[in-house]
């Protein structure tokens, strides 16, 4: 059912939306119900008089997709296996296994049926307060019982009553609230179970954050944070559409409900004498009315959730102790051991080195400069809605309740971001204050993840007149993969005027774990200029880059580039006839992006000792 109601591909769902969006208007026509009258100095509104009834008729099915697109553009997970749009947070789980793995835990929270069940039950719940006082006229007529009392309570109400003026039967009437109400209830189960699918995402997005209680067959799974990243987002930034989807949507609901709000607490313009008086009373009168700013609140509260990236120490977790609350512990958590070089007992320096990266991130995953924005919108839309008391007719008064507005939202963003530094700050405030002097980085090897040096070392050897083309593309592919960069040298025009090949090669291959040998259709084949096949010649550059790295020891995996076969042991120099029985990975032009994630994920199982670089062969 969550799925059918997700799915965009089945349209013929958009018809029999808008066919039942139009049931209450044919039944308000049938019975009478659509147009005013007077009944003393009261008047008594029809169905069609009541734009928020008509919008409710004729928005089912937009509603329907608006539910789904914007679902799709937060966690796309209609399909059982991850799809070639993965849900943004799942992109930044490294390898292919963790995420499909990370795919599978969002697509269970999403398609919950506790979600939908909870959606519901709040929708209902708002639905029966906002219709009770309607619902106990009808009980009280239908039982028989005396209705006298409760004349000047049907005296202000509209079409939904229209049964005590003898216009239609209450069995008729009856009818219409229960279909007009109905739409009002799939109007906010949508906006409920979108808010509680926001919910899910957000958490799952923080539970995915690697920390290091997580069991450790399960840290493939996790995201790692970039302290390297130059946007200073922890390399979230990339991920920021279903973040933006969620500002935009709590942005455009807190206007109609802004609307809402002002229509029903204010009286028409010149009908009031007091223009800083909204009759408190009607702020609240209807459940309606008081799930706004309600539902605004909650809206606000999940989509700040991210923002807890820095504090995911602090908060409790299911099986899980609290670390210790030093500043070693804490930047641990956040931390593989792989990408940890200072050991158990890390130097003053180093910490410092580390905690400047930590503070120089953002609490927002797109940016504080953002966050501020953010919040104080948010808290501005919030306190509008909550207590529209300023007639919007008057319009000094008016700009100076919205200024007024605008101080108390500044106000409380300022305190909402100071407590988020100060609950850091408890653990260090280091965490929190980045060094106004750039802190050097200690002479270990630094910190690195994306946009600096893997520590694994990949030696990439290509023959350049057969695989080029390749070596080029898979670099860039594997660097955007492992998020890697620097010493990588792709030709001998990289390697410095007077260097030894041999020397360079040498030395490349004792700081690497991992050779690639690319092997192309005329890697075998490929002659020299005397008409020898270079691979059998003891001075060509790809054969003594294939020696070395099996004699060092490296991981050596032979890439088959464009259905290239595997080279059979016959066809070898004795020195290279174990690189016959290896297993190979096959790269091909129409299956690119799965064979290089299959190839990244063959290299990150080797990434497990810091202190080496990434570099390239020489591409002779």
């Excluded at 000094?396 to 100060?422: E, H, I, N, Q």
């Excluded at 464009?562 to 004795?574: C, I, Q, R, V, Y």
Aim: aromatic fraction near 10%; hydrophobic fraction near 50%.
């Amino acid at each position: 059912m969550i799925l059918k109601l997700l799915d965009p591909r089945r349209r013929l769902d958009y018809s029999v939306a808008a066919a039942a969006g139009a049931l209450p208007i044919v039944a308000a026509l049938a019975t009478g119900v659509v147009g005013n009258y007077t009944k003393g100095d009261v008047v008594v509104y029809g169905f069609l008089s009541k734009i928020n009834w008509i919008l409710l008729s004729l928005f089912p099915a937009i509603l329907l997709f608006a539910l789904r697109r914007l679902a799709y553009r937060i966690a796309p997970v209609i399909d059982e296996k991850p799809a070639a749009d993965l849900p943004k947070i799942v992109t930044l789980v490294d390898t292919a296994k963790g995420r499909e793995a990370a795919y599978a835990l969002l697509r269970r929270a999403i398609l919950s049926p506790r979600l939908a069940l909870t959606a519901a039950g709040i929708s209902a719940a708002i639905d029966l307060a906002d219709v009770a006082p309607v619902l106990y006229l009808y009980w009280k007529r239908l039982s028989g019982a005396d209705l006298s009392a409760d004349l000047p309570l049907a005296y202000g109400s509209d079409w939904t009553t229209m049964f005590l003026d003898g216009v239609t039967g209450p069995w008729q009437n009856l009818l219409v609230v229960v279909l007009a109400y109905s739409l009002q209830f799939w109007a906010v189960f949508a906006g409920v179970y979108f808010a509680l699918l926001c919910l899910r995402h957000n958490i799952v997005f923080l539970d995915l954050i690697y920390q290091r209680r997580v069991h450790t067959g399960k840290r493939a799974e996790r995201i790692v944070i970039d302290l390297d990243d130059p946007e200073r987002c922890f390399g979230f930034r990339r991920a920021n559409q279903p973040l933006n989807t969620q500002i935009s949507c709590v942005a455009i609901g807190a206007l109609f409900m802004i609307a809402s709000r002002f229509v029903n607490v204010w009286f028409p313009a010149g009908s009031h004498p007091d223009p800083l008086v909204s009759s408190w009373k009607q702020l609240f009168s209807l459940g309606g009315q008081i799930a706004m700013p309600a539902g605004l609140a909650a809206g606000m509260l999940i989509l700040s959730l991210p923002a807890a990236i820095k504090l995911l120490p602090r908060i409790p977790r299911k099986h899980a102790l609290t670390p210790e609350a030093t500043v070693t512990a804490y930047l641990r958590e956040f931390l593989p051991d792989s990408l940890w070089p200072y050991g158990e007992q890390p130097s003053a320096q180093e910490i410092d080195y580390v905690a400047a990266k930590f503070a120089s991130n953002a609490f927002w995953p797109t940016g504080d400069n953002r966050a501020t924005w953010l919040f104080f919108w948010a808290f501005f839309f919030l306190m509008v809605v909550a207590f529209p008391v300023v007639n919007p007719a008057h319009g000094l008064y008016f700009a100076g309740y919205l200024a007024a507005m605008g101080m108390l939202a500044w106000l409380l963003t300022a305190v909402s971001l100071r407590l988020f530094r100060m609950l850091l700050a408890t653990v260090d405030e280091r965490l929190v204050r980045p060094p106004s002097v750039p802190v050097d980085p200690p002479e270990k090897a630094a910190l690195t993840r994306r946009g600096g040096r893997i520590r694994c070392g990949v030696f990439i050897s290509y023959r350049r007149a057969d695989s080029s083309a390749y070596a080029g593309r898979l670099e860039e592919d594997l660097s955007a993969h492992l998020h890697a960069s620097g010493d990588i040298f792709m030709d001998i025009t990289d390697i410095a005027a007077g260097t030894n090949f041999v020397t360079a090669i040498h030395e490349a291959l004792s700081r690497s774990k991992i050779a690639l040998i690319l092997i192309g259709r005329h890697w075998i084949s490929a002659e020299n200029d005397a008409g020898v096949p270079r691979l059998h010649d003891p001075d060509d550059l790809v054969r003594t880059e294939v020696r070395l790295a099996l004699e060092k020891g490296l991981k050596v995996i032979p890439v088959l580039l464009g259905g290239t076969p595997m080279p059979s042991a016959k066809d070898l120099p004795e020195d290279l006839k174990p690189l016959a029985f290896l297993n190979a990975l096959e790269i091909s032009d129409t299956r690119w992006s799965y064979d290089v994630e299959r190839l990244t994920d063959a290299v990150s199982l080797e990434i497990k000792t810091p202190g080496a670089t990434k570099v390239a062969g020489s591409g002779k």
